[in-house]
T-cell receptor
Framework: DAGVIQSPRHEVTEMGQEVTLRCKPI?????LFWYRQTMMRGLELLIY????????DSGMPEDRFSAKMPNASFSTLKIQPSEPRDSAVYFC????????????FGQGTRLTVV | GDSVTQMEGPVTLSEEAFLTINCTYT??????LFWYVQYPGEGLQLLLK?????DKGSNKGFEATYRKETTSFHLEKGSVQVSDSAVYFC????????????FGAGTILRVKS
C-alpha cells in the first residue's frame, strides 16, 4: 500500500487566496484526521471523520476552514480566505476502528501564506 | 479535558547513551497510550503502544510501561544511535470519545556520534 497520500507537498499562496489541501487515506481505513503542526502550538487536531461523517470538528479554527470527505478515498481541507497565521504543516492521517489509536500519517503539506 | 505532558527538549545525547523521555497524562476515561516518532520532513509513525495498566510496549529497542498509579508512560532506550534523532510524541486515546489521538508537545532528540 502507498500509505496516506497528501497533495501538494508544498504550497505558497498570497493572503486572501483560497487554498485546498487533498488527502487519500489508506484503503480500508474508516477514520480520517486532519492535524496542523506549528512550532508555537504543536500538533492540533482540526477535524476527525469516521465512515465519511465528521465526528468532531471542534478544532477547526474558524469559519475560514472547512473540510469534506465525499467518499472513503478522498478528503479535502479548504482555507478561504487564507491568512499568514495559517502557515503551518498540515497532516492527514487515517486509521481503522479495530486498530485503536494506530494512525498512519501522510508526509504533510507545508503551507506558507505571504 | 484529556491532555499529555512531555519533558521539554531538546535532549542531546552521545551515541550509546541511555534515553528517558518523560510523559504524564490526564484522562477522563481509561486511555490507551502511544509513542509516535517523527523523522525530519516526514509524518508521524507509531513507535509503540500500551492499552492497559502495567502493559509494556516495545519496538526497535524502545520501551514504555503504562503506569496507572503515576499516570505515566515514559519512553526508554538502553543505547541510542544517531539514527534515533527525531521528534518523539506521547499520545493518548480514549475509546469513549472516538478514535482520535491527543498528542503531547513533542520532544526533540539529538544523538551525536
Amino acid at each position: 500500500d502507498a500509505g496516506v497520500i497528501q497533495s501538494p507537498r508544498h504550497e505558497v499562496t498570497e493572503m486572501g487566496q483560497e487554498v485546498t489541501l487533498r488527502c487519500k487515506p489508506i484503503s480500508g481505513h474508516n477514520s480520517l484526521f486532519w492535524y496542523r503542526q506549528t512550532m508555537m502550538r504543536g500538533l492540533e487536531l482540526l477535524i476527525y471523520f469516521n465512515n465519511n461523517v465528521p465526528i468532531d470538528d471542534s478544532g477547526m479554527p474558524e469559519d475560514r476552514f472547512s473540510a469534506k470527505m465525499p467518499n472513503a478515498s478522498f478528503s479535502t481541507l479548504k482555507i478561504q480566505p487564507s491568512e499568514p497565521r495559517d502557515s503551518a504543516v498540515y497532516f492527514c492521517a487515517s486509521s481503522q476502528d479495530r486498530a485503536w489509536g494506530e494512525a498512519f500519517f501522510g508526509q504533510g503539506t507545508r503551507l506558507t501564506v505571504v | 479535558g484529556d491532555s499529555v505532558t512531555q519533558m521539554e527538549g531538546p535532549v542531546t545525547l552521545s551515541e550509546e547513551a541511555f534515553l528517558t523521555i518523560n510523559c504524564t497524562y490526564t484522562a477522563t476515561g481509561y486511555p490507551s497510550l502511544f509513542w509516535y516518532v517523527q523523522y525530519p520532513g516526514e509524518g508521524l509513525q507509531l513507535l509503540l503502544k500500551a492499552t492497559k495498566a502495567d502493559d509494556k510496549g516495545s519496538n526497535k529497542g524502545f520501551e514504555a510501561t503504562y503506569r496507572k498509579e503515576t499516570t505515566s508512560f515514559h519512553l526508554e532506550k538502553g543505547s541510542v544511535q544517531v539514527s534515533d534523532s527525531a521528534v518523539y510524541f506521547c499520545a493518548l486515546s480514549v475509546r469513549e470519545y472516538g478514535n482520535k489521538l491527543v498528542f503531547g508537545a513533542g520532544t526533540i532528540l539529538r544523538v551525536k556520534s
